[in-house]
Every structure is written in C-alpha cells, then in structure tokens.
C-alpha cells in the first residue's frame, strides 16, 4: 500500500523566520512524483512545489525548497522568510508512474505570527 | 486561462435525496480526477475520467455514487440517496494528459451537507 505521513498536525512560525514542515511516505514504486499543496481558509488546493523522484536535485520556487531524502523515503518542505499569507494546512502528495491518482498526507495546519 | 470550476461551492441536501456535483476543467485537458475530503482529514481519490470513459474508480464507493465525463459538457459526479457521512468537501482536478508527468490542478471544490 502506498501511504503518506505527516507527523506534524500543526506548526508555528514568527513572520520572516524560516520553517520546515516534514513528511515521509512509502511506497514500492522506483519512479514517482512528490508534491505539496496549499489549502488556504477558502479551500483551494494550490501547488506549491513538485519533486521528480529520479532527479537528485532538490526542487525550489522562491521561498520554498525541499530536502529530498529518496533512502529513507523522507520529502519535507522548508518556508523561508515565512509570511502572513503562508498561514493554512500543507498537504503533502505522490503519485507513481503506474497509477494517475495522487495520494496525500493528514496535512500539516501552519500558523505564522507576527 | 480559467481554472478548475466546480459548481455549485456548496450544496445542502437532505437525507435520501440526490446530490450532482459538477466540475469543468482547464482548457485544453481532458483528464479529470475526483477526490473527496472529510473533515481534519486529507484527499481521498475517488475516480478518474477521461472524457466518455472511466479509467479507474478504485477509491469510489460500491454503491450511490457514480461519475461521468461526456464528450461535451462537465465532469459530474452523483450521489444517490445521500446520507450525513457524505458530508464532505468534493474536489476536482484536471490534467492535460495522462499519467505522472502531469500536474493536477485544483477546483475550488464543493462543500456538501447532509441534513
């Protein structure tokens, strides 16, 4: 079975610091892609950034970048300089090469402080 | 370029009655993926359509709920006979094509409530 874990149900973060949010997953497939998505209070699922699984370089998109751990099946998402309108849940996703659908994580709910 | 649509944003059905949800994707794709969300919970795939077919449904419930793509018009998704746990937020993605490569990209989705 292909699951997705985020252990952090909820994090915190001060204005203009910098926050990594984490997720394992497991699955027996060796070409795949990882992403994170953004749901904000209206509910839009929004793509924030996505890993290609056979790529050794860890993605980034401005502010955001990830560590990308294929061994040990780890992909967690790091926010610099956090800004009030990165409040809302992160889900972390995958899908394989031999399926289309994407499976997510629990989510993680962020809160940033002033 | 519009998004995802999916109408209506909410929708509030009593119990035993129909719910159809609809989604209409990106221009130019014609890969339609439907996920639902209970609440404090993550997405849940329930099926996947390309336009007149049903690719995989491995995530949809055996019974009520069905989904189609026709040639023209928008994705529906149809609940029969609905019941309070499927109250839920119903979401659509759209891809251009088939398969890892391609990003899906999210409606807005459709809040559904049971009385």
């Known amino acids: 079975a292909q699951t997705v874990t985020q252990s952090q149900p909820e994090m915190s973060v001060q204005e203009a610091e910098t926050v990594t949010l984490s997720c394992t997953y497991d699955?027996?497939?060796?070409?795949?892609?990882l992403f994170w998505y953004k749901q904000p209070p209206s509910r839009q699922m929004i793509l924030v950034i996505r890993?290609?699984?056979?790529?050794?370089q860890n993605a980034t998109e401005n502010r955001f970048s990830v560590n990308f751990q294929k061994a040990a099946k780890s992909f967690s998402l790091k926010i610099s300089d956090s800004q009030l309108g990165d409040a809302a849940m992160y889900f972390c996703?995958?899908?394989?090469?031999?399926?289309?659908?994407?499976?997510f994580g629990t989510g993680t709910r962020l809160q940033v402080t002033l | 370029n519009a998004g995802v649509m999916q109408n209506p944003r909410h929708l509030v059905r009593r119990r035993g009655q129909e719910a159809r949800l609809r989604c209409s994707p990106m221009?130019?794709?014609?890969?339609v993926y439907w996920y639902r969300q209970l609440p404090e919970e993550g997405l849940k795939f329930m099926v996947y359509?390309?336009?007149?077919?049903?690719?995989?449904e491995s995530g949809m419930p055996k019974e009520r709920f069905s989904a189609e793509f026709p040639k023209e018009g928008p994705s529906i998704l149809r609940i029969q006979q609905v019941v309070r746990g499927d109250s839920a937020a119903y979401f659509c993605?759209?891809?251009?094509?088939?398969?890892?490569?391609?990003?899906?990209?999210f409606g807005a989705g459709t809040r559904l409530s049971v009385l």
């Open positions: 359509l390309q336009k007149e077919n049903i690719i995989d």
């Open positions: 699955t027996s497939e060796s070409d795949y892609y």
């Open positions: 996703a995958f899908h394989t090469g031999t399926a289309s659908k994407l499976t």
């Open positions: 221009k130019g794709h014609s890969h």
């Open positions: 890993q290609e699984a056979y790529k050794q």
């Open positions: 993605a759209s891809s251009p094509g088939p398969g890892w490569e391609n990003i899906q990209y």
